[in-house]
């Protein structure tokens, strides 16, 4: 079994379960990048995330914060 939480989730899970979580606009207060607050779309994000490192790193580590947060 893998320690690594994020294994076995696709960009496209993560996304779509932060904006079921938090909705376009919160999400985009949280991570502050275009593609979440401007006409905002999963597949745009998705094409952002996928060439943007910095902005997929903020995503998946806000999936993990609010992953723990709700085992606790």
């Given at each position: 079994m893998s320690k690594d939480p994020?294994?076995?989730?696709t960009l496209e899970f993560i996304v779509n379960?932060?904006?079921d979580y938090y909705g376009w606009?919160?999400?985009s207060t949280?991570?502050?990048?275009?593609?979440?607050?401007?006409n905002p779309?999963?597949?745009?994000?998705?094409k952002f995330l996928?060439?943007?490192?910095?902005?997929?790193?903020?995503v998946?580590?806000?999936?993990?914060s609010?992953?723990?947060r709700s085992r606790l």
């Open positions: 994020l294994e076995g989730k379960f932060l904006v606009e919160q999400l949280h991570i502050n990048v275009k593609c979440f607050s401007n779309s999963v597949q745009s994000s998705l996928r060439k943007t490192p910095w902005a997929r790193k903020k998946e580590d806000l999936y993990l609010v992953n723990k």
